[in-house]
């Protein structure tokens, strides 16, 4: 029985003394692993760099071609990293050479300015963020005849001009968006027309402008209106016409130049026979820094007045005004008159 207890008591003593170290090496294994775990779970997160292309996008179609352009689309790639797209394009006769012409971020390409008798070929590759491009699409081929003439031009404006070193009528228009466009042609008639007579051409234009230099009379009217032509030849319908006239140039009154005024000055002017309105400008300079301007409506009056409503003037400062006859809707100067000088009283 006693050496029973002895050496019940001795296992009991020893196992007391084993089981702390076993735990230590079981809870180090544990570490080891999960480091080993942790590097391993690192080594698969940086794949290193991507080499991966897009797929070549697919779906490729002429959506139109005509008067100078090409219209081509294709279906959107779905790479989550996709940047964008590249066109490359051939001319008929050379179908083997084909150039990259542009870079979208879109899912379609429209061509302007393209040779009626020439056919193209197109062919799309989509390129991803670390710049892998892919195979090139299906190929695609159109040509672009001429088949309509351009739309009319719109918004035209017609303003007489007179500053007492030039005479000419200002013609402006909202510019036609046709890819085949080569210029416009500018019709003028001293009374009112509504077709492109040959007769009544007076200048041709490859800008939404023109300043016809050749009216200097002041006090005649004249009726401007634009089509607009093609690289065929094709010319579109009249614009709408718009009338004015050279008016002539106010003569001012008061203050005089060189003289003096207080804050707010009445600003007087001889009529101009030919105005339905007047501008008034007050400025810092003769021909900046413009601190004030106002539209008045003429009447029948010789001398018309007009008392400034702009901020007060400040006392012994210099400004400018100066009067501009106003004939047509838009409110633009015809007629311009000398700027006069004064000085605000103390």
Not at 47 to 75: K, N, Q, R
Not at 116 to 139: K, W
Not at 286 to 301: F, M, P, Y
Request: proline share 6%; aromatic share 12%; with cysteine.
């Amino acid at each position: 029985m006693l050496s029973g207890y002895g050496f019940s008591s001795h296992m009991h003593f020893t196992s007391h003394k084993i089981l702390p170290r076993r735990r230590l090496l079981l809870v180090l294994g544990i570490m080891l692993l999960f480091v080993a775990a942790g590097c391993e779970r690192e080594r698969i997160v940086d794949p290193g760099p991507d080499e991966l292309a897009p797929l070549p996008p697919a779906g490729m179609l002429v959506e139109g071609a005509h008067d100078g352009y090409i219209f081509i689309s294709w279906i959107t790639n779905k790479e989550t990293d996709l940047r964008g797209y590249i066109v490359y394009r051939a001319e008929e006769g050379d179908p083997a050479r084909f150039d990259a012409v542009d870079t979208v971020t879109v899912f379609y390409f429209i061509d302007v300015q393209r040779s009626y008798d020439t056919t193209y070929s197109y062919f799309v590759t989509a390129f991803d963020e670390s710049g892998n491009e892919s195979p090139p699409s299906d190929t695609v081929t159109a040509r672009s005849r001429n088949v309509y003439p351009p739309d009319p031009p719109l918004d035209i404006n017609v303003n007489g001009f007179n500053d007492g070193s030039r005479r000419m009528m200002l013609l402006a228009w909202s510019s036609v968006d046709e890819a085949d466009l080569a210029g416009y042609r500018i019709y003028r008639s001293d009374s009112p027309f509504d077709s492109a007579d040959p007769s009544l051409l007076a200048a041709e234009s490859t800008s939404a402008f023109y300043d016809d230099l050749s009216v200097t009379e002041i006090g005649r009217g004249f009726y401007y209106a634009v089509t607009a032509v093609d690289r065929g030849g094709l010319e579109s319908t009249l614009s709408r016409s718009a009338y004015d006239y050279i008016a002539s140039r106010p003569l001012l009154v008061s203050p005089s130049e060189n003289g003096y005024a207080d804050a707010y000055p009445l600003l007087r002017w001889l009529r101009v026979p030919e105005a339905a309105a007047y501008l008034l400008t007050v400025s810092v300079s003769e021909n900046t820094g413009q601190v004030w301007a106002k539209i008045v409506t003429a009447d029948g009056s010789d001398t018309l007045s007009f008392r400034y409503s702009g901020p007060g003037l400040s006392a012994g400062e210099t400004y400018y005004w100066r009067v501009s006859s106003v004939t047509a809707e838009n409110g633009n100067p015809n007629g311009i008159s000398d700027a006069w000088r004064f000085q605000i009283r103390n």
